[in-house]
């Protein structure tokens, strides 16, 4: 058996910084020379996001074929309302609705192997091949990782260490809760290793397995962009003066020479008759103000703050700012900072708190003027793009996403906090999610040195079966993009569109909520990649 | 047809003390009814949402409505005994 396709990941990667790192510049040089490389002997697109460019459901879209009206992931919290309540628990694996890649390349009897990606904890019970989940903290790595065995077998690569492989909510913590110049610099140091644990694995299982389908994700550049971002984009980082910044850069530009080395390596093993992809979730850009859209929800009268009583636990619970408000007396609300999402409160049964269903086209018309006049000083919106989610959410999951998507102007995370002002100026620009991440393909077959037009998430799920000789599900709603391919590659090789997937376990209920603790671990995190002011 | 109580007690044991395998917890007995999650065993809550995917997979009952379990009068439970589990998962998966 041999490696047939290999995907590799990049959390968070665009050409704006790509393309920077793979210019030969006085000073730094090529920073990224096999990704120059594959650029130039590749083709390559923008890949257009979801709709809310965010990790759970563009990966989950990528891994699926499916967008997120269909998958079911939405963000990284799922909150059920509950009556006069509503419970906030996380999403994983069970709440995808569609069937992945990796089951589907399973059924097919492809041995595949994923690593890193989120919400593949628990495997599937269908998987032919391994998996080692992502963004799940190292005491759950052993029963999340399949075939179980495998994970013993993980404790014989040298160096082995789960707490530098895994997500490490404590230190997340700690570094967060002073974000000093030290703290920052720290925090790119904590990836270094981690993403060397990751091509470790990676290049263990295609040197002893070699499976067909062979895929690893890299999550520490969108990790290092939202931290860092002031040292990483290229516009920005043309003004880097003082020691710590220069500092931060050479950090920066360390962890991104070291991933190309990865790169190289994992691309050299897989051997030249691979055929390999590298996309990401979402791309970067610069974000420059804080919107706090709750409190201009508060103020045009469609929310509560929750009164508190000003104990260690309420204050803790009111730092985290996990949507804590007055349920009875909210009707629309945002439930996280990474939902970028508006949901309005729907009464389903007499006596409960909410809108009645009659009210709900008009609440949300009213709502939606409100939001378009949500200005800044000069009288200009805040607030670009304000979607209905059947617009943008179509499909048997639309009932669990956000009934508004907005799209801030600097396509930032809005802040769910109650403080004023509502709109104010970050002290330092930082990153943020743009919807264009990035698509490359190299390798036999492969179009040389071409960019093609805009891909969408979607797409690549269709593109890895294609690439390792399966057929395209019917249900998919990606296509694989033809123009990347040699002529002669598309006739020996066409794509063939197959049967639909197999159905999968639909969504669990509330029932298994988390706790205040978790959920303050939780905005702890997502703070941390910078979801939160 | 309903499992017993004992078999329901040995394979929460057996997911126990699978999860804790590398956790480099001392425990001075074995998992038993009075083993605390939090106390005896260090669990966050975190590895408590991870428990409760454990049980729901093992037992193929994925919506076994744990929150009946894990909040007391609106808040949520500080510790919980082993033996509590087993009940609650008896009279959720009984007949």
Known sequence: MAVRTLFIGMDGATFTVLDHLTAD????????????????????????????????????????????????????????????????????????????????????????????????APPPKDLNGFMVPGFIPWKHLRRNTAPKEFYDRLKTIPDFDPKELAWDFDREKQSVEELSDEDREQWVRYHLPREMQWFKIAD????????????????????????AWRFIDPELAANLTEPYELRMRELCVDYFKRLDGYLEKLVAAAGPDVQVFFASDHGFTTTWEVVRINAYLHEKGYLKWKDTSGTDADIRRDASMFANLDWQ?????????????????VSHKPGE??????????????????????????????ITEIHKRET?????????????????????????????????????????????????????????????????????????????????????????????????????????????????????????????????????????????? | MAIERSQISQDLADILNEMIEDWGVELDEPIGDSTTLVGDLEFSSIDIIHLVMAIEDHFEHPKMGFNDLLMEDGKYVQDLEVGKVVDFIGSKIKG
């Open chain 1, 204 to 227: 263990y299982l295609i040197s002893e397995e070699a499976p067909e389908l062979m895929a690893v994700m890299f999550d520490g550049v969108d990790k290092l962009q939202h931290q």
């Open chain 1, 329 to 345: 007396n909210t009707i629309a609300y945002c439930r996280t900072p990474s939902s970028n999402g508006i949901n309005i409160r």
């Open chain 1, 392 to 533: 943008v959410f179509p499909g048997e999951a639309m009932e669990d996403a956000p009934d508004l998507l907005l799209v801030l102007r600097d396509r930032g995370f809005v802040s769910i906090k109650n403080k004023e002002p509502m709109l104010e100026q970050r002290e330092e620009v930082a990153g943020t999610h743009h919807p264009d991440g990035i698509f490359i393909a190299y390798g036999p077959g492969v179009k040389q040195g071409v960019e093609t037009a805009r891909r969408n998430i979607v797409d690549v799920g269709s593109t890895l079966l294609y690439s390792v000789g399966l057929d395209v599900p019917s249900d998919f709603e990606g296509k694989v993009p033809e123009k990347m391919f040699e002529p002669e590659h598309l006739a020996k090789h066409p794509v063939h569109i197959g049967a639909a997937t197999n159905a999968v376990g639909g969504s669990k209920n509330a029932d298994d909520d988390i706790g205040e603790d978790e959920k303050d671990k939780i905005m702890e995190q997502l703070q941390m990649l910078g979801y939160m002011e």
């Open chain 1, 353 to 382: 708190s909410g809108i009645h269903p009659d009210e709900y086209e008009d609440l949300r018309d009213r709502l939606i003027a409100d939001l378009r006049e949500f200005k800044d000083e000069n009288g200009e919106p805040v």
């Open chain 1, 25 to 120: 510049r006085p000073g730094e040089g090529v920073v990224m020379p096999f990704l120059k490389k594959v650029m130039e002997e590749g083709a390559r697109a923008k890949l257009r996001s979801t709709p809310n460019p965010l990790t759970p459901p563009a990966w989950v879209s990528l891994m699926t074929g499916r967008t997120p009206g269909h998958h079911g992931v939405f963000d990284f919290i799922r909150a059920e309302e509950l009556g006069d309540d509503v419970y906030f628990t996380l999403y994983d694996a069970r709440d995808v609705r569609t069937e992945t890649i990796w089951s589907v390349a399973s059924r097919a009897g492809m041995k595949v192997a994923a690593l890193n990606f989120p919400f593949t």
